[in-house]
């Protein structure tokens, strides 16, 4: 599956389940993840191309309720889960259709809240990687590597080196995308060497049987429209 192909999802004007997303790894991510698990979706993916458009999607959504009944937000925590999680519920407050307060966690499993009018439309909330932890989609598929993996161990090593000599790069990659520069050295070392986060997962290069796997695919799952829709 390639990030240009959007055949895998249905089209956002022939469902009432919507998922948004910040760019175009996080689609690629999901379908491929639904494909190996023999799963098919039937909400649409919405790339927003940023947080700013997310959170401003996110907020113009909420009061869409004419054909929209399920509306799926998958962001990254970048260096701070809290504050993006505070971010998002803080759209929900101010939509008012929640049972939720400023100080509403975020479950560890990822959230759905329901609607106080039964026409409003249902919410659910991932922030990657594991909504608690700092980082972003890479940090995610990291988590997911096979424990007997015999290359990650060096493109963390590597990254690190760089990371400890960063004066000597002034090119070299942000701090916040260190997980990011480990990941794509790991795929750079595969055979074959370069290939996208979906195809490594496509090629079952990651475990699937952990915890965070199962519950976010029982989080996507939840996405799906009920059979009365």
């Known amino acids: 599956m390639s990030k240009s ?12 389940s919507l998922l948004l997303v910040e760019g175009p790894d996080d689609k690629e991510v999901i379908g491929a993840i639904l494909q190996v698990h023999e799963m098919t979706p039937g909400f649409a993916v919405s790339v927003e191309e940023g947080v700013k458009n997310l959170k401003q999607a996110f907020s113009s959504r909420l009061k869409s309720t004419n054909v929209l009944r399920k509306l799926w937000v998958m962001a990254d925590a970048d260096g701070d889960c809290n504050a993006k999680w505070q971010m998002l519920r803080d759209c929900m407050l101010a939509n008012g259709s929640y049972d939720i307060t400023p100080k509403t966690p975020l479950p560890k499993q990822g959230a759905v809240f329901y609607p106080k009018d039964d026409h409003g439309v249902t919410v659910g909330i991932w922030i990657m ?3 608690e932890s700092p980082g972003m989609i890479e940090d995610f598929i990291t988590l997911l590597i096979k424990n007997d993996d015999t290359l990650i161990g060096h493109a963390v090593s590597k990254v690190e080196a760089l990371d400890n000599e960063r004066e000597s790069h002034p090119n070299l990659f942000r701090q916040v995308h260190a997980s990011k520069a480990v990941v794509h050295t790991w795929l750079a070392w595969q ?7 979906g195809t490594a997962i496509l090629k079952r290069k990651l475990d699937f049987s952990s915890s965070l796997c199962t519950d976010f695919l029982a989080w996507l799952g939840a996405l799906q429209p009920d059979s009365r829709e």
């Open 5 to 16: 192909d959007n055949s895998f999802f249905p089209d956002e004007r022939g469902t009432s």
């Open 129 to 131: 990687p594991d909504n």
């Open 191 to 197: 055979d074959k060497p370069g290939c996208s986060l």
